[in-house]
């Protein structure tokens, strides 16, 4: 019997002597004549929670080299450690980005949107897929009555303008947390800022709201800014950043953002600051509060960056905490 490890199964011993074992004698073996499909399938997950459905809808990811400087306050060896340890590739980052649709029954609500349809141009298909998933998923973006941002990074508002510059959701109310809207807008703010990164984050999101006129609603924190859906305060990443309990029927689920960007770098490492975290020591106070509470009170999350689709269970491991992913639901 041959033995089964990693160098007879490469050099296809195994393969071999088992297709001589097992082969019926009276069949040649199929062709395999099917052309490769080249092509993901579209990508969105529906659950129910309570009375609400909820979908989550892939917008794609962005894979880049790994900057020395991602998390600020580690050494990149500990980074890479972790990307190994996580089964991810040495010195590439991937960040999925996953905004969510909430069919109330009464109500249709997006809720963050995406790098915008432009951006998949840009990235040759692999970002920017929210719009031509959502169709896939059988929602008409004409549908939609409110789109809930959290904050006004690109991959979160982007998707609100068509590549043309139209509001993507024509029928729909705008809500941006309220912090969040008169800091970006303020010119004072704007000409404060001394990198490159932010000048940047300052543009686009004026180049977003402008396009819209700036015909949004700003929200507090801890308002029903929906039906079953609270805003709860998760500053930090950026000054006016939100995150949601969304309820319904008994059942809840938090709707982070970016309360951690990946799971496997900043939930399993709550102290680490990634370099896009703007008051890198509130948004780690922030995340070791919203993850003791998830894991004490067994909350499912919806994560933004989280692998798709982006919705888990959170315990404490060690020095920090590990997600473990919902799994597939073949019926509603
Ligand atoms: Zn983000």
Redesign the pocket.
């Known amino acids: 019997m041959t033995e089964l490890n990693r160098r007879a199964l490469l050099s296809g011993a195994v393969a071999a002597s088992a297709a001589t074992a097992l082969a019926p004698l009276a069949h040649s073996p199929a062709l395999a004549a099917m052309p490769l499909a080249g092509a993901q399938a579209p990508g969105w997950y529906r659950y129910k929670l309570g009375d609400y459905e909820i979908t989550a809808v892939t917008d794609g990811r962005s894979t880049f080299k790994l900057p020395d400087t991602f998390v600020v306050n580690v050494k990149k060896d500990e980074v890479n450690a972790a990307l190994l340890a996580a089964h991810m590739e040495k010195d590439m980052m991937t ?1 999925p ?1 996953t905004p969510v649709v909430i069919n109330t029954g009464a109500k249709l609500i997006v809720m963050d949107t995406g790098t915008g349809e432009a951006n998949f141009t840009r990235s040759k298909g692999t970002g920017g897929q929210f719009h031509a998933n959502l169709k896939a998923a059988g929602i008409d973006r004409n549908a939609v009555d409110l789109v809930i941002i959290s ?1 006004f ?1 690109g ?2 508002i982007n998707g609100l303008i068509t590549p043309d510059g139209k509001p993507s959701f024509p029928n729909a109310e705008i809500l941006v947390p309220a912090v969040e809207m008169k800091y970006f807008m303020d010119d004072g703010e704007m000409s404060r800022q001394t990198t490159d990164r932010m000048k940047g984050v300052f543009a686009g999101a004026r180049k977003v709201f402008d396009a819209l006129h700036r015909k949004v609603t700003p929200y507090e924190a801890g308002k029903e800014v929906a039906p079953g859906i609270t805003s709860v305060a998760t500053h930090g ?1 950026t000054p006016g950043h939100m995150s949601y309990v969304v309820a319904s029927g008994g059942k809840t689920v938090f709707v982070q ?2 309360v951690t ?1 990946h799971p496997a770098l900043f939930a399993r490492n709550p102290g680490w600051h990634a370099f ?1 975290d703007q008051d890198a020591n509130m948004a780690e106070a922030t995340r070791r509060k919203v993850y003791d509470m998830l894991a004490a009170d067994k909350m499912m999350v919806q994560g ?2 989280y692998p798709f689709p982006s919705v888990a269970y959170v315990e404490k491991a060690g020095s920090g905490y590990r997600e473990i992913p919902v799994a597939w639901n073949p019926t509603l």
Do not use: G, K, L, P
């Open positions: 960040i980005y904050h990074h991959d979160h990443h953002a970016d960007n896009f933004f960056h």
